[in-house]
């Protein structure tokens, strides 16, 4: 196995477009008559394994866990006044997913700060809604697994900011 690797089994790690997984271990495989070391990741949420090459995880985005800093910075965001561009859904939907795949828990949080909606506002359609979803369930993990809580626990944590704010 070879030294200074970036990630140690039992590390929670983030995949850009998976969110958040655990390192299960290094395996080397053999592939198309190369040895190469994979990370081995699970996404217990998504009941998936996925291997990542050890000189691919840059270039795959794959990254520690955010700090509490950054976490931070997140929350604020979500404190935030919402900026909904009046521009059509398909593009702002692109943009949306293209901010959730990024990984970086503050765009996550300006997607979940903008399609929040509190009760007696306006109803989501249907792909406003799956995209407010995945971006909470998204930030959710991330702050359950960096504060240490089980991922309802960090849902609730952000609805309650959120409604705080939108109440206020």
Do not use: C
């Not at 070391?37 to 691919?56: A, D, N, S, W, Y």
């Not at 520690?64 to 910075?73: F, P, R, Y």
């Not at 609730?156 to 939108?166: I, P, R, Y």
């Amino acid at each position: 196995m070879a030294q200074n690797l970036p990630f140690d089994s039992g590390d929670f790690v983030v995949y850009p477009t998976h969110g958040v997984g655990r390192v299960v271990g290094v395996e080397t495989q053999e592939i198309g008559g190369h040895e190469l070391q994979l990370f081995v990741i699970t996404f217990e949420h998504e009941r998936m394994t996925l291997r990542v090459p050890v000189g691919k995880i840059k270039a795959a985005g794959l990254r520690k866990l955010s700090s509490g800093k950054i976490m931070d910075s997140a929350i604020t965001t979500l404190k935030g006044k919402a900026k909904v561009k009046r521009t059509m859904w398909s593009r702002r939907a692109q943009e949306y997913e293209a901010k959730i795949n990024s990984g970086d828990p503050v765009l996550i949080a300006e997607v979940v700060r903008d399609l929040y909606r509190n009760v007696g506002q306006p109803d989501q359609s249907f792909s406003e809604r799956q995209i407010y979803e995945a971006a909470l369930e998204r930030l959710a993990h991330e702050v359950a697994a960096v504060e240490n809580i089980d991922k309802d626990a960090a849902t609730e944590k952000l609805e309650d900011v959120l409604q705080k704010e939108k109440a206020a």
